[in-house]
């Protein structure tokens, strides 16, 4: 077994101009813990990104509550999220896993006991569950009251558009749909996206705006364009994630992590942010009331 190098991706610095709501939820990150190894099929891990790690970066950022997201590098094998997950407690992490249709029953009823509440589907490269399964694995977890959280290249909606809108219960459209290379916002296929979250059971996640743009941190004109016109149709229907720790960018190009963050300044207005950041994810996720 190889050892994977500590975390060395900067951890603090200085806060955020935007000062976030008590309750700020980081709706997308993942962890790499020591001792559990990269599976066939997936990606290298170039370093560890601890819980104690994370917690260092939620502090910085103030934020309060998170979602393990199930990483490429782990394929199927959801060992080190449940970890995770038992680490992070369940008042303030929550999980999405990779979920196949021979899921077992018991399985899930082990994982949703530990917090996971959707299951991942990547069409994209390193994918563990695609689009060919995941009308199967929604309807595996559906009675579990979980979501689908759904990346595919934007530009392609088309190709996913019939199976999206065939998806009974909730999901996710991650990344900002992800245009690559990002359209205008009143592109037909935003349009698309408009119309499947005016169905009621598509979400919208502000996310890695920096892996679509052309135009560049920290504002990320291009796909920040986007991200607005879908913030204003329906903002009860948006979350935001870090997408720490950035594992598909090199470190001459990683990206702030604070401008992850205040890009909310811009492209939402305070109520706005209220709810991308506290109140959806709440209701999406099954946390609790804020603490006083």
């Known amino acids: 077994m190889s050892e994977i190098p500590a975390n060395t991706r900067p951890l603090d610095g200085q806060p955020p101009r935007l000062k976030t709501p008590a309750g700020a939820t980081d709706c997308h990150i993942h962890l790499y813990l ?7 099929g997936g990606p290298k891990i170039p370093e560890l990104a601890t819980v104690e790690d994370y917690r260092k970066l939620q502090q910085w950022l103030s934020l309060d509550r998170v979602v393990v997201t199930q990483p490429n590098a782990y394929q ?10 038992d680490q992070l407690g369940p008042d303030a992490a929550r999980g999405v896993a990779a979920v196949t249709p021979d899921t077992t029953d018991s399985d899930l009823k082990v994982w949703h006991d530990k917090g996971v509440r959707g ?11 695609t689009n060919d399964d995941m009308l199967a694995v929604e309807k595996r977890i559906r009675p579990l009251g979980w979501h689908l959280m759904v990346q595919f290249n934007g530009v392609k909606l088309n190709e996913y558009l019939d199976n999206l809108k065939r998806i009974e219960g909730e999901y ?12 205008a916002a009143d592109d037909a296929r935003v349009d698309e996206i408009l119309r499947l979250m005016d169905r009621g059971n598509a979400w ?9 743009s052309q135009t560049g941190g920290p504002h990320y004109a291009d796909v920040g364009a986007i991200a607005k016109r879908v913030i ?28 992850q ?3 909310l300044l811009d492209w939402a207005t305070p109520e706005q942010r209220q709810k991308i950041l ?14 006083a």
């Open 261 to 263: 963050l205040d890009v």
């Open 278 to 291: 506290v109140d959806n994810p709440a209701k999406l996720y099954g946390f609790g009331a804020v603490k």
């Open 204 to 212: 919208f996640k502000i996310c890695a705006g920096y892996e679509a």
């Open 76 to 85: 199927r094998d959801n060992s080190a999220l449940l970890v995770a997950l």
């Open 232 to 259: 204003a149709h329906a903002p009860e229907r948006i979350i935001w994630g870090t997408n720490w720790p950035h594992v598909g960018v090199s470190r001459d190009d990683y990206p702030s992590d604070t401008a």
């Open 172 to 183: 996710i459209i991650d990344h900002i749909g992800k245009f690559m290379p990002p359209v």
């Open 34 to 40: 020591p001792g559990y190894e990269a599976q066939p």
């Open 119 to 129: 299951a991942r589907i990547m069409n994209l490269p390193f994918g563990a569950v």
